[in-house]
């Protein structure tokens, strides 16, 4: 029986130090694993972040000089950019930046015939009044706009 014991022991002695290099291994990628998740979730909360950023910017800069957003529209859009937005926000949001985006088409439309119309009454009158329509409701989406995205601006709702 000591024997046995001697040769189980011969056996065993050589695969501890493999058995901990493997557990060690194993505890170094579950924590590689982690670290990646939180980049990750960095990673998106950024995205997610510059955009609320710049939409905030972009309806504040509306609210206040009404006349000089031609150029800030341009901008916009491409800041927008709606393959990348699905990707990062849920159906919520898309649809929120989808109605803002296309409210940006439209009044860039309107601006633009505005400046190439010759026509006072029908391309200057109606669109003014669309456009102070559109002018308004952004005014009025940037007084929600924190409250829009903070389920997607907090550290501890990143998925």
């Not at 009404?66 to 990707?87: A, H, P, Q, Y």
């Not at 391309?123 to 389920?151: A, R």
Request: overall charge neutral.
């Amino acid at each position: 029986m000591g024997i046995e014991n001697d040769e189980l022991s011969k056996l065993l002695i050589p695969t501890i130090p493999i058995f901990i290099v493997g557990l060690i291994t194993l505890y170094i990628a579950y924590q590689q694993y982690i670290i990646n998740r939180y980049k990750l979730r960095l990673d998106l909360y950024n995205k997610r972040y510059k955009i609320y950023l710049k939409l905030k910017e972009f309806l504040y800069h509306i609210k206040t000089e009404k006349r000089t957003v031609e150029l800030d529209l341009d901008n916009m859009i491409k800041i927008m950019d709606r393959n990348s937005i699905g990707l990062i926000f849920d159906v919520d949001i898309n649809s929120y930046l989808n109605d803002i985006y296309s409210n940006i088409e439209e009044l860039q439309s309107i601006l633009k015939n505005v400046l190439l119309s010759n026509d006072y009454e029908k391309n200057i009158i109606l669109p003014c009044e669309k456009e102070e329509q559109l002018f308004k409701w952004f005014e009025d989406h940037y007084k929600f706009i924190d409250e829009k995205f903070s389920k997607y601006l907090s550290f501890k709702n990143i998925k």
